[in-house]
């Protein structure tokens, strides 16, 4: 039996680690990146940089403690078993699920990406160092069977053998979602480069990364090509130019009608998921048909990035939605109340 671990000491232990994540440098970051970019050549020293930022907003002091004030846990000393299979297309991209069921007092029972496992591992081993009892609450396991609760992220495809193998279980089980922007026209330049972050960051491979602009004319598509320009860094990794360049290749040999500005195909869709390296648009001329159109697609949709100006509840402004604040949680379900009620 383990003893009382307060929820005050759990939140102290996550600041510390942010703290410790804003210390990191030199050889120590070095060698990190070059094992997390060893397993996964998505994972650049970029992207593993912002990876690392966007914790250490996670683990804000006022973030955690404004987050946290708003549940109810129920302290004991026979913490729930929950089994988190996590997935691996953007780094460390499954810690908010640990960060949430450890926060609500439970045990990370942890099925870890074999495209994502040095940077999740290496913050692990930080956060017992900073806070032992947390050894007795971290578990890293290939197979997760007979936990208490279960949380899985994945592809339309592993969700359904997610839902078949937990659905007996509490769960919250994930499946494939992508984000959208509106633009309405009279957006500067500024607004439509910050827009390149919602699109290019992780190249793209995040379920917060733009896939599909909602435009009201074409020439806002030069527009955009244009203010793009700075992004254009992406067609030096190979991979991403690589896709950049089949897809160019299957819309030239079918006559498929796209722009082009030499790493970022635009093509007209009705679909929400482009492949990398290509992002689509759909014309609208209706602000409300648009929104109600975005309501009938809400389970695929992530983020709907824009200005605050159109009046859609949940909207994140260009540039933002690779930082989410603690209480953004995927797929708009609260997991932290999940949690908290487990065993009530």
């Known amino acids: 039996m383990q003893s009382i671990f307060p929820l005050s000491d759990r939140v102290s ?3 510390r680690l ?6 990191l440098e030199g050889d120590e970051k070095q060698a990190l990146f070059q094992q997390a970019q060893n397993q996964n050549a998505w994972f650049t020293p970029q992207s593993l940089e912002q990876a690392l930022k966007g914790i250490q907003v996670l683990l804000d002091a006022g973030a955690l403690e404004k987050w946290v004030s708003n549940y109810s846990f129920s302290e004991t000393d026979q913490p729930q078993q929950i089994g988190l299979m996590l997935a691996g297309n953007i780094p460390a991209v499954g810690f908010h699920d640990i960060l949430a069921v450890l926060i609500a007092g439970h045990s990370a029972c942890i099925k870890l990406s074999s495209q994502d496992s040095a940077l999740p591992l290496w913050l692990l081993t930080q956060l017992k160092r900073i806070e032992p009892r947390f050894s007795d609450r971290i578990f890293i396991e ?3 069977k007979n936990k208490q609760a279960y949380i899985a992220t994945g592809s339309d495809n592993s969700a359904r053998y997610f839902n078949y193998y937990f659905g007996k279980y509490p769960h919250l089980i994930r499946s494939n979602r992508t984000s959208v ?3 309405q026209g009279d957006e500067s330049t500024a607004d439509l480069q910050a827009l390149g972050h919602d699109i290019f960051d992780y190249f793209g491979l995040g379920c917060r990364n733009v896939s599909k602009v909602f435009v009201k004319n074409q020439e806002q598509l030069t527009q955009l090509l244009d203010a793009l320009q700075s992004f254009e860094w992406v067609a030096n990794h ?3 130019f690589n896709n950049y360049e089949y897809n160019k290749s299957i819309y030239l040999v079918n006559g498929t009608p796209h722009l082009d500005n030499g790493f970022l195909l635009l093509k007209e869709s009705a679909d929400l998921v482009s492949p990398i390296g290509v992002l689509f648009y759909e014309i609208y ?3 409300f048909e648009l929104e109600s159109k975005l309501l009938t697609l809400a389970s ?3 983020c709907v990035v824009g200005s605050s100006s159109l009046g859609i509840l949940g909207i994140i402004p260009f540039g933002q939605t690779q930082c989410p604040a603690p209480w953004d949680y995927a797929d708009g379900v609260d997991t ?4 908290s009620e487990l065993g009530v």
């Open 13 to 15: 232990a996550f600041i």
């Open 336 to 339: 932290l109340q999940f949690l």
């Open 181 to 183: 922007a509106i633009l």
């Open 285 to 287: 001329e209706d602000d």
């Open 238 to 240: 190979h991979k991403y």
């Open 18 to 23: 942010g703290n410790r994540l804003s210390e």
């Open 142 to 144: 290939e197979l997760l």
């Open 300 to 302: 695929q949709i992530q």
